[in-house]
Structure formats: C-alpha cells, structure tokens
C-alpha cells in the first residue's frame, strides 16, 4: 500500500518523463507491490456513424495494437527506468473509444488456504464454465467484490494511509531534534 503523497509524485515522475506525445492524456497510474500500470488515452480511429459494432471493435482493437507496435521503444525506455527507479514492473494500456486495453500485466500467484464451503463456491463457478480454474474462479471473485465495493474499498485505502501517517509519528521514529530553552546546544 503506498500513500496518496507517493501515488501523486510516481503519477509526477510519469507524466514529466513520458513523451509528450504519447498518450492523448494520461488516464490512470494503478500501483501494487509487483506492479505499476500506466494506462493513458488515445485517438479513436475515424468511422462512419451507423458503422456496425463488428466493424467498430476491429478498428478500436487495430487502433490499440497499431500504437502498440509503434510506441514500443519508447514505452520500453521508460518502464527500464521507472523499473529501476521505483522497483516494481511497469504495465502498460491504452483507453481507445471507450475500451481499455491492456498489453502487458503481471499475473502475481497468490496462495491462500480454503475451506471446503469456498472452495464449493469456486467449483460452482467452474462447473457453471465461468471459470476454467479455481484461480480463475478466485481472480472472478476478486473482480466481482472489486466492482461492488469500489467506495468502501477507496475508504479503506484512505483509512490506511492515515494509519502509516500515525505510525509514522510513533516513538519508535526520529524526532526532529527541539532547539533548548537555554539556547546551548
């Protein structure tokens, strides 16, 4: 977990260090422990207004694959240092016409420890072919809460960051040294 202070210079760091060119705006910097993910905005391909939906997603998709290809150098420049610099794996994305792709991102393993009734839950989701796996299952879980709980969650991130805040302050920290009444040193 990083504070807003931190998420607000690494958002810093990538919009001084990007190509101006690049994205058309950068739209989101997402942080965890293995990985930061920058997603930013670009042009829309030109298509006719009653072009139909099959037509429509071909082009968005061209769209993100053609800048892709094109902007690899250049992403990859910055993600070596950005990579060394804040010592997590840098990924990246584009929204397009309303659709977000993304290129490249971590899939981190997690272990966990089940009991039969949640693993029940993730059998019936393979079973029901949400899933094609229980670490599927789980990752369709864990998208399910996301969505549902996107306040609660950016409360409790917030709750958070005021704790590392006070502990920060806690007696185990170096005091800033207090000039002495008398004046001596």
């Given at each position: 977990m990083i504070t807003k202070e931190?998420?607000?210079?690494?958002?810093?760091w990538f919009t001084g260090r990007l190509p101006d060119d690049l994205f058309e705006e950068l739209t989101e910097i997402a942080v965890d422990r293995e990985e930061i993910t920058v997603i930013g905005r670009i042009p829309a391909?030109?298509?006719?207004?009653?072009?139909?939906?099959?037509?429509?997603?071909?082009?968005?998709?061209?769209?993100?694959?053609?800048?892709?290809?094109?902007?690899?150098?250049?992403?990859?420049a910055v993600?070596?240092?950005?990579?060394?610099r804040f010592g997590r794996k840098v990924s990246w994305g584009v929204e397009c016409g309303g659709r977000r792709t993304?290129?490249?991102?971590?899939?981190?393993?997690?272990?966990?420890?089940?009991?039969?009734?949640?693993?029940?839950v993730l059998d019936t989701?393979?079973?029901?072919?949400?899933a094609r796996s229980r670490s599927?299952?789980?990752?369709?879980?864990?998208?399910?809460?996301?969505r549902h709980t996107d306040d609660w969650l950016a409360e409790l991130r917030e709750s958070l960051e005021h704790v590392q805040r006070v502990r920060a302050q806690g007696p185990d920290t170096e005091p800033d040294p207090a000039p002495r009444a008398d004046g001596e040193e």
């Amino acid at each position: 977990m990083i504070t807003k202070e931190q998420r607000e210079k690494l958002r810093g760091w990538f919009t001084g260090r990007l190509p101006d060119d690049l994205f058309e705006e950068l739209t989101e910097i997402a942080v965890d422990r293995e990985e930061i993910t920058v997603i930013g905005r670009i042009p829309a391909p030109r298509l006719a207004g009653d072009a139909p939906d099959a037509e429509r997603d071909a082009a968005l998709e061209s769209r993100a694959q053609e800048f892709r290809e094109r902007t690899r150098e250049d992403r990859m420049a910055v993600a070596r240092e950005a990579e060394q610099r804040f010592g997590r794996k840098v990924s990246w994305g584009v929204e397009c016409g309303g659709r977000r792709t993304l290129f490249t991102h971590v899939a981190a393993p997690v272990m966990t420890r089940l009991r039969q009734p949640e693993r029940q839950v993730l059998d019936t989701l393979i079973a029901g072919g949400v899933a094609r796996s229980r670490s599927d299952a789980l990752a369709w879980c864990v998208r399910l809460v996301q969505r549902h709980t996107d306040d609660w969650l950016a409360e409790l991130r917030e709750s958070l960051e005021h704790v590392q805040r006070v502990r920060a302050q806690g007696p185990d920290t170096e005091p800033d040294p207090a000039p002495r009444a008398d004046g001596e040193e």
